[in-house]
C-alpha cells in the first residue's frame, strides 16, 4: 500500500541481489517517512521515532533490496498499529464538525477587523462542537471583551481592569458627552445611536450570560451555547463595520 501510494505501483518482493530499490522508491520513501515522522510527534510515540530512524540510518548507508525495505515498511506500520492503541481519539459528530470546519469564514468579517480574536473565536467553537457547552459560553464572553475594548477606546477610555458594569457605566457617561458636544447633523445621529446600541448590548450580554457563566451560577445546555454562539457573532460583525482593535 506504501508503495502505491508514493509511486503507484509495488516492486517485486523476489530476494535477488538484482532487487535493488530504484532511486525513485528511496526517494518516495524518504518523503514518505517525512510525513510519518510529523505523525510520531503527534502521538507522542518514540517507538515509531526510533524506528524511523533507524529505516533512515539503513538508507542512508546501505543499497536496501525491495523486500528489504518493504520488511521496514510493515515493521513500521505495525508499530503505528501498535501505538495507535494507547491513543486517544474523539470523533467530532457530523454537523458539529461541519460547523467548526468553517469557522473562519463564519467569522471571516470579525477576524479581518479583530485578528486578536482568533484564538477565543476558535476555542469557542470547538469546544461547543466537542459538547462543553458552558466552557464555550465562557470562551464567547472573551471574545466580546475585544468588541467591549475597541467600543471603550471609540469614546476615549481604556478597559483593563474594571468588570464590565464599571467600564459600561463609564462609556455610556462618555456617548451622553458626545450626544451634547458633536455637531447636529445626520453623522453625529448615527454614530450616537450606534454607540448606545453597541453599549446597551453589552449590559444585556452582562447580564443575560456574563455575570452567570463567570462566577458559576449556572451551566448551559447544547442549544443554549449555539444561540450564545450565533448572537455574539452576529453582533461581532456589526461592530465590525464600525470599528477595528486598536494596533499595537
Do not use: C
Request: proline share 2%; aromatic share 10%; hydrophobic share 40%.
Amino acid at each position: 500500500m506504501v508503495y502505491k501510494i508514493i509511486l503507484g505501483e509495488r516492486p517485486p518482493l523476489s530476494d535477488g541481489p538484482q532487487d535493488i530499490a530504484s532511486d525513485k522508491l528511496v526517494d518516495g520513501i524518504k518523503k514518505w517517512l517525512e510525513i510519518a515522522s510529523t505523525n510520531a510527534d503527534d502521538l507522542e510515540s518514540a517507538a515509531i521515532k526510533n524506528r524511523i530512524a533507524t529505516l533512515r540510518k539503513r538508507l542512508s548507508k546501505e543499497r536496501l533490496r525491495n523486500i528489504d525495505i518493504s520488511s521496514e515498511m510493515r515493521v513500521l506500520s505495525e508499530t503505528f498499529d501498535d501505538s495507535l492503541k494507547d491513543q486517544f481519539v474523539y470523533r467530532y459528530p457530523t454537523e458539529r464538525g461541519r460547523i467548526l470546519f468553517k469557522w473562519k469564514d463564519d467569522w471571516s468579517v470579525v477576524l479581518t477587523r479583530f485578528p486578536a480574536a482568533d484564538y477565543d473565536i476558535f476555542a469557542g467553537v470547538d469546544l461547543w462542537a466537542l459538547g462543553h457547552a458552558t466552557a464555550s459560553v465562557f470562551q464567547f464572553m472573551r471574545v466580546l471583551e475585544h468588541g467591549l475594548r475597541a467600543l471603550a477606546q471609540d469614546v476615549g477610555r481604556t478597559f483593563d481592569v474594571q468588570n464590565w458594569q464599571n467600564i459600561i457605566d463609564e462609556i455610556e457617561a462618555e456617548i451622553r458627552k458626545l450626544s451634547k458636544s458633536l455637531p447636529r447633523g445626520t453623522a453625529k445621529n448615527e454614530r450616537v445611536q450606534f454607540l448606545s446600541e453597541a453599549a446597551k448590548e453589552f449590559v444585556y450580554f452582562k447580564d443575560g450570560w456574563r455575570n452567570y457563566v463567570s462566577h458559576g451560577k449556572r451551566n448551559y445546555d447544547d442549544s443554549e451555547a449555539l444561540r450564545v454562539m450565533e448572537h455574539v457573532r452576529a453582533f461581532m460583525t456589526a461592530v465590525s463595520s464600525k470599528m477595528r482593535e486598536k494596533q499595537a
